[in-house]
């Protein structure tokens, strides 16, 4: 997960401020791209920086 996270609903809403890939400070204030990873049941959000990031840390799952 992300190095830094605030959560504003403990229930349903976080909001990322660094990218998964590379650290990158996102503007949550806007859109950006973000990915699911399903474990045992628990779900995470990984949240990118643009679309290249997301893109590059999808296929070195895939490896």
């Known amino acids: 997960m992300s190095e830094r996270t605030e959560r504003a609903d403990t229930s349903t809403r976080q909001e990322y401020e660094v ?11 806007d859109w950006y791209p973000i990915a699911t990873d399903r474990i045992d049941g628990s779900v995470t959000l990984h949240p990118f920086c643009d679309e290249t990031c997301k893109d590059a840390w999808l296929d070195g799952q895939d490896a």
């Open 19 to 29: 990218c998964t890939r590379c650290g990158s400070v996102i503007d949550t204030s």
